[in-house]
């Protein structure tokens, strides 16, 4: 065993096993002694422009991303290179390591190995790889989803775009519904630092792939970017959530591989379930068992996952497919993921494979999963909030009840939203439901003003008010505060 | 859904005797066992070992990855001649029985991938030599071809005459048999993540193997 010290360009000093490397794609990395970080060299020598990118990430982006509101928060979605090191001429990054839930668990058939996306997004290999305590539920991959639309959007705001969001660099972690994004280090600023990658192959951006043939310095040709990067994202959350690539189809261009290949990835590419053009719907195959039912796009549409994701979707792979400008942000998808997880409901199934499932607004819910039907009563809350205190508008927001629910303050105030700036005194739960005595009820918690405005009568602290069809409740009499509309499905 | 098929040939000629042949089966094991935890291989990979000395045979038909594939025992070696170009023909034809082609009504598999280990000169000279111009012809395309000569008397030249990249190994021991597999191992991986050529690199080879072509 061969331990290096050296000092770190910043003064620290970085310690390192100089011994079998793990070899990335362009990095050498190695750990330090106790494991809490690597150093990773790069095989090539640096440029001075990727230098300088490296020092602006260390440095002031770094800084800018950490040292401001929910910097703790950051810490969890993103592996960020801390120091500069220079080793026998060549440069190298300090990055903490994974948390330890981003790998399989010891007692598993994959111990040790890292939870990268593949895992998760191939049919196959979460059908019959994926050991059966780390698969997830529908909620833990909406998490996943969300942590990485956050992570994105804080790239993006900080003007930076991270031009290669792959399985490799984003690891999940079902069972938690963590996520991470590494490899930070390409990060590309639009004029300022060009990205040194074109991305991989199933997330590049049509436009990428349309013009990667041409000169590098056409001005043609388009490189990752933000809108690139939407793209990527786009994918990754409809292959977490569905388990297959929302591109890879049954259409043939060309019986040539590899213009196959750039045909349906770049110029032709086409939604495998564009409502109008059905000629790239997948069509099964007799040795696909093993990749049922998620492949099966008439079985598990992309509609499932409820209205929100719905329109996002269709604004990812069919109106902005082409048109990066179209593309849904990383805050929209965010936002829609979150109103989307208020949708769900449990499966009264307890082997359903997903668990949970988006509620399909009609009066006789299914799990699309498992096609278990719903039996009893399902209460829906519709959230109105006003600007002038006086009249109140839908907010498009919906909220399905269930047992043991909670009611948070974002459902309460409009201008409230569960995000990185939200204090720990405003994630506690205000009130909760419960089917009790054969009727369902809301438990009042910590709501001051809470009003039946039916019955005309307020709701104290500490009692339960309990939900008929047609019931409104008014949250709260401040500023912001949302009435709701009470419906309650018979199933 | 599409499969990468890998075609492993492996030299069982008597040169091979001893530690050389040893470090292949344990380099297998190793390759093996790092691919059934590479979500990317396990997605798509289906893999075949022949074997080539007097004549070449199928050691393990074509089949799927995943961890109850049990790899077969490779019989002791006997002195014999080194029929690559009969071994490569039998590529071939199993390439054609195997490997769903591409046509305008469907999409066939990933082109495959074969990897040849041996430490000498074939001994079926006319046959290796048009093996090698049907292989040349694109007849029977592969995403990549890796040749590897092993041990301190092989010979590349042969082997650059077909594949697409030629690796040596200037010392054969176990502990640079088992860096080449990881390195193979790898490629497979980025090739199961269909990366197209032009953003394709492999990672460079560990020390010890050199990148010859």
């Known amino acids: 065993m061969s331990l290096v010290t050296i000092q770190a360009k910043d003064g620290a000093s970085v310690e390192f096993i100089k011994k079998d490397p793990k070899q990335g794609g362009v990095k050498d990395v190695y750990f330090s002694p106790d494991r809490s970080y690597v150093v990773a060299f790069y095989r090539k020598e640096l440029d001075f422009g990727s230098k300088e990118r490296l020092e602006r990430l260390v440095g002031n982006y770094r800084v800018g991303i950490f040292s401001k509101q929910g910097a703790e928060y950051w810490k969890n979605l993103f592996r960020w290179p801390e120091r500069i090191v220079e080793y026998e001429k060549k440069t190298g990054i300090v990055v903490p390591v994974y948390q330890p839930n981003f790998f399989f668990p010891e007692n598993t058939t994959l111990a040790g190995a890292e939870k990268e996306g593949k895992w998760f997004t191939s049919a196959k290999n979460f059908n019959r790889f994926v050991p059966e305590g780390e698969k997830g539920n529908l909620l833990s991959y909406l998490r996943i989803c969300i942590n990485l639309s956050r992570a994105v959007r804080r790239l993006h705001a900080a003007g930076l775009a991270h031009s290669d969001l792959s399985y490799k660099n984003c690891l999940v972690d079902p069972?938690?519904?963590?996520?991470?994004?590494?490899?930070?280090?390409?990060?590309?600023?639009?004029?300022?630092?060009?990205?040194?990658?074109?991305?991989?192959?199933?997330?590049?951006?049509?436009?990428?792939?349309?013009?990667?043939?041409?000169?590098?310095?056409?001005?043609?040709?388009?490189?990752?970017?933000?809108?690139?990067?939407?793209?990527?994202?786009?994918?990754?959350?409809?292959?977490?959530?569905?388990?297959?690539?929302?591109?890879?189809?049954?259409?043939?261009?060309?019986?040539?591989?590899?213009?196959?290949?750039?045909?349906?990835?770049?110029?032709?590419?086409?939604?495998?379930?564009?409502?109008?053009?059905?000629?790239?719907?997948?069509?099964?195959?007799?040795?696909?068992?093993?990749?049922?039912?998620?492949?099966?796009?008439?079985?598990?549409?992309?509609?499932?996952?409820?209205?929100?994701?719905?329109?996002?979707?269709?604004?990812?792979?069919?109106?902005?497919?082409?048109?990066?400008?179209?593309?849904?942000?990383?805050?929209?998808?965010?936002?829609?993921?979150?109103?989307?997880?208020?949708?769900?409901?449990?499966?009264?199934?307890?082997?359903?494979?997903?668990?949970?499932?988006?509620?399909?607004?009609?009066?006789?819910?299914?799990?699309?999963?498992?096609?278990?039907?719903?039996?009893?009563?399902?209460?829906?809350?519709?959230?109105?909030?006003?600007?002038?205190?006086?009249?109140?508008?839908?907010?498009?927001?919906?909220?399905?009840?269930?047992?043991?629910?909670?009611?948070?303050?974002?459902?309460?105030?409009?201008?409230?939203?569960?995000?990185?700036?939200?204090?720990?005194?405003?994630?506690?739960?205000?009130?909760?439901?419960?089917?009790?005595?054969?009727?369902?009820?809301?438990i009042n918690q910590t709501l001051d003003s809470l009003v039946d405005l039916t019955n005309n009568k307020p709701i104290p602290k500490g009692s339960a008010v309990p939900l008929t069809n047609g019931l409104k409740l008014q949250l709260s009499q401040e500023q912001f505060g949302r009435v709701v509309n009470v419906s309650l499905v018979k199933a | 859904m599409r499969k990468l098929p890998v075609y492993i040939l492996i030299d069982t000629s008597g040169s091979m005797r001893g530690e050389p042949i040893e470090a292949v089966k344990a380099g297998l094991n190793s390759l093996f066992k790092s691919l059934i935890r590479d979500p990317h291989a396990l997605d798509s990979i289906y893999i075949s070992i022949l074997t080539f000395d007097r004549e070449a045979k199928i050691l393990l038909p074509l089949s799927e990855l995943n961890n109850n594939l049990v790899l077969p025992e490779i019989p002791p070696l006997e002195s014999s001649p080194t029929n690559l170009g009969e071994a490569l023909q039998l590529m071939c034809q199993l390439y054609s029985k195997e490997v769903k082609k591409s046509s305008l009504e469907a999409k066939g598999d990933w082109l495959p991938v074969a990897v040849i280990m041996t430490d000498g000169s074939p001994s079926d000279t006319m046959l290796f030599e048009q093996m090698c111009e049907t292989l040349k012809s694109n007849a029977y395309p592969f995403s990549r071809i890796i040749g590897c000569a092993a041990g301190p008397k092989a010979k590349t030249e042969p082997l650059k005459k077909f594949a697409t990249d030629v690796v040596f190994l200037e010392t054969m021991d176990s502990n640079s048999f088992s860096q080449f597999w990881q390195w193979v191992s790898q490629s497979f991986s980025r090739l199961s993540q269909n990366t197209s050529r032009e953003v394709d690199e492999l990672p460079p080879p560990p020390e010890e193997i050199k990148l010859v072509l």
């Open chain 1, 175 to 442: 069972k938690t519904g963590d996520a991470c994004i590494i490899d930070i280090d390409g990060l590309v600023v639009p004029n300022l630092f060009a990205p040194d990658v074109l991305g991989t192959p199933d997330f590049m951006a049509p436009e990428v792939v349309t013009t990667m043939k041409l000169d590098p310095k056409d001005p043609n040709r388009k490189y990752p970017c933000r809108e690139t990067d939407q793209h990527a994202l786009a994918i990754l959350i409809y292959q977490y959530l569905f388990h297959r690539h929302p591109l890879r189809g049954s259409k043939v261009y060309s019986d040539d591989t590899e213009i196959q290949e750039s045909l349906e990835m770049g110029e032709k590419a086409l939604f495998i379930e564009h409502p109008t053009d059905t000629s790239n719907r997948y069509k099964i195959q007799k040795n696909d068992k093993d990749f049922l039912p998620w492949i099966d796009t008439g079985k598990l549409p992309y509609k499932i996952m409820g209205p929100y994701l719905k329109e996002l979707f269709e604004q990812a792979f069919i109106k902005g497919l082409h048109t990066p400008s179209e593309r849904p942000s990383a805050d929209d998808w965010e936002a829609g993921l979150i109103k989307t997880a208020d949708l769900v409901q449990p499966c009264l199934n307890k082997d359903c494979v997903k668990k949970w499932y988006v509620f399909d607004n009609s009066t006789k819910p299914v799990c699309p999963y498992c096609g278990t039907k719903f039996k009893g009563q399902l209460p829906v809350f519709d959230l109105y909030s006003s600007h002038d205190g006086k009249n109140f508008r839908a907010d498009n927001h919906r909220l399905m009840i269930y047992n043991n629910q909670y009611l948070y303050l974002w459902h309460v105030f409009r201008n409230v939203f569960p995000n990185e700036k939200l204090p720990d005194s405003q994630k506690k739960p205000v009130a909760y439901f419960s089917f009790h005595k054969n009727q369902w009820i809301m």
